[in-house]
């Protein structure tokens, strides 16, 4: 016998009204945010995200809702011998579809202004620094931190670590599904890995805003260092830094910058994943063809035709590693902070007691505070206790400043500062353009790729005050003066070779 057909309709189910409603919301949504993808200058997968994940989700969602309750009306009426079959005529008869169909109108209206609002505002949001730093990747505080206190603070995260176009947009979002996985279950590295490998290139990056045929002229640069000693004996040294690129008054290649404008190409090879030890470079003139190979003498050298070995074309990023996440070594922040009388060199050893605090390892940022406060005082209050007690404010002002340092530059949650994240435009604290001029990188016929001091800058006063009025001077430029006697050792060494990136320079 055939089973009698109940008539249904297809709101008769309460979880058909909701799933009916984000259905209608999330499309609706969805044609919205297309409109303004299509209409947007700016590339953002990130904010591309809203677009195509989560509206989506959100249309699933209605969807399975609304096919579950269809199944559950078919499912029902099998237990009672019956065969479904659903139309969408209005029924004001049926009380119990009068009620849901004005559910799922209600719904709707209720959804439609909830889901238009969240999504446009999530869609601003993923716009946002905020969401790179600080909201989603709260493990990304140090990159935060240091962001903001960069000349680049302007400039949205996603403009230089997310290129356009769809290879970029899959990329990134594979990469962001192992981020928050990783997040979630609390197995991300610390520190977390720089991504020296995927970097954009600097000419899809950097040369948007900076014109490399420009970098021409030089620059005057005045340094104040201190000494270990008790006095904090300073050491000045005014610099003509010779910035160099493409002179359109001359048509000459010059300075620092020749490497970026220069006739020739230049590529290299490093032996280690941050590209600290150099040893192979080529030089190919780009007019004659004729090419030059430096090799680090004593180093193994990869095989060159090998597919792991990649030979990298030079650009910005290769001195400029760091041009948004500076961590500053202590030594630099501490000679800065001294030259601008935020931390009083009156006070005697200061920056060795600095340097002492802030290189001791902490295990979190409040045993930091409490270690760096409390070690600073018992010092002065033992070792000079009549000094502390006639200048306690110049003291406490030291403190905070030393204070303030550390958090903007050392995070030991994330395993994080200067020794992890080095800075190539250094060659104190780190070997910086000595990972390629250097006596070691010679050529075939033995000649040594050029590292003369004169090549990037000229010495104009230098000498033991912090006033330059009253430094030795030369316009023609002086020969460099090693604050302590060590003789010619300074002329075949490197400044590393001594200097440890602890105490820097």
Known sequence: MEKPIQKRTVFRHPLAALG????????????????????????????ALVTWVGVPFVITLGFVLFLWAIRQQVKQARKEGRRVRFNLSIDPSDPVYMRNLWLFLGLCAVLLLLVVYSGTQAYEATDSVAFC?????????????????????????????????????????????????ATALDTYSRPIETPVANLRPSRETCENCHWPQQFYGEKLVTRTYYKTDEQNSPW??????????????????????????????????????????????????????????????????PDLESPETEIR?????????????????????????????????????IRQEGLDVLNAEYENREEAQEKIRSGIQS????????????????????????????????????????????????????DGCFRCHNTDM???????????????????????????????????GLTFQHPEDIGGMWQDSKCTDCHTPEQGY
């Open 133 to 181: 730093g600080e909201t989603c990747h709260t493990v990304m505080e140090p990159q935060a931190v240091t962001y903001h206190n960069s000349a680049h603070a302007r400039v949205p995260c996603v403009e230089c670590h997310i290129g356009p176009g769809a290879s970029f947009y899959v990329r990134s979002k594979v990469d962001g599904i192992r981020q928050l996985w």
């Open 20 to 47: 009916g409603a984000l259905f209608l919301a999330g499309g609706f949504l969805f044609l919205i945010l297309l409109f303004f993808d299509f209409t947007s200058n700016n590339e953002n997968p990130y904010r």
């Open 442 to 476: 010679q050529d075939a016929e033995g000649n040594a790729v050029k590292s003369d001091c004169n090549s990037c800058h000229l010495i104009l006063a230098q000498g033991p005050s912090e006033s330059v009025d009253s430094l030795e001077s030369n316009l023609a």
């Open 236 to 301: 000045t040294i005014n610099l003509l830094l010779k910035i160099g690129g493409g002179n359109p008054r001359t048509g000459i290649n010059e300075g620092i910058h020749w490497h970026m404008v220069t006739a020739s190409d230049i590529r290299y090879v490093a032996s280690d994943p941050k590209r600290n030890d150099i040893v192979w470079v080529e030089l190919v003139d780009k007019q004659t063809g004729d090419t030059t190979i430096y090799t680090k003498q004593g180093a193994d050298l």
């Open 313 to 349: 074309r030079f650009d910005c990023m290769d001195c400029h590693n760091r041009p948004s996440h500076k961590f500053l070594a202590p030594a630099t922040s501490l000679n800065l902070a001294m030259s601008t009388g935020q931390i009083s060199p009156r006070i005697p050893y």
């Open 379 to 430: 010092y002065y209050e033992e070792k000079y206790p009549g000094f502390t007690d006639s200048n306690r404010t110049l003291i406490e002002q030291a403190t905070t400043k030393i204070l303030d340092i550390y958090n903007n530059n050392f995070f030991p949650e994330m395993k994080t500062d200067y020794r992890d994240r080095e800075n190539h435009l250094s060659h104190f604290v780190n």
